[in-house]
């Protein structure tokens, strides 16, 4: 078995190569909404935590799941793990703040969701010195199950289960904190 693991951060994919140290994975840089593998390449693909739903324009979104088709086999699983949007707007922590062991930094967090996004501040600086944070917003769309059955159908791909966490429970649309979709890839 072969495995490839992809992603845009040249950081990432630095860190990821350090932590395989046995040299199992194939490590690839890359964009989802354009993946750079030749059609019918693999067995399975794997999205997790939420590394989905990234980009304002809805067809870059909805080209990462064409993409996912294009390089499953026919009958080829996906797994997609997406975060619940309603239990996010429930349970949304507005503001929190911790001091990283590792480098002592401060992190804070602001949360909020605006305009069918959950978006969060991120604000990274040293207590001990008056510096200027370095400040990030990441913010990712929350699509329903309706969204993903919709498109994932349009795009060849059927849900076969579905899971409300990591430990396999079944999916309530109330309660869930994710959307675990796995299924596979069809004509």
Partial sequence: MSVTGMDLS???LDEAQRHDEDGLVEWVKGDMRELPFEA??????VNLFT???????????VSVLRHI???LRLDGCFLIDFLNPIYVAQTLVPRSERIDEE????IQEARSIANGWV???ISIFNPDKEE???QYLEQVRLYNLDWFENNLDACSLRIDKLYGNYDGSKY???????MIMTGRAKK
């Avoid at 019918?40 to 693909?45: G, V, W």
């Avoid at 480098?103 to 401060?106: A, C, D, K, P, R």
Wanted: hydrophobic share 25%.
């Fill in 103 to 106: 480098t002592g930094l401060l």
């Fill in 172 to 178: 309530d649309p109330e309660a869930s904190p994710r």
């Fill in 69 to 71: 088709r294009r390089v």
């Fill in 51 to 61: 590394s989905f739903g990234y980009f304002t324009a809805e067809e870059d979104n």
């Fill in 119 to 121: 978006q969060k501040g």
């Fill in 10 to 12: 040249t950081t990432l």
């Fill in 40 to 45: 019918e390449r693999f067995d399975a693909t």
């Fill in 132 to 134: 200027k944070p370095r």
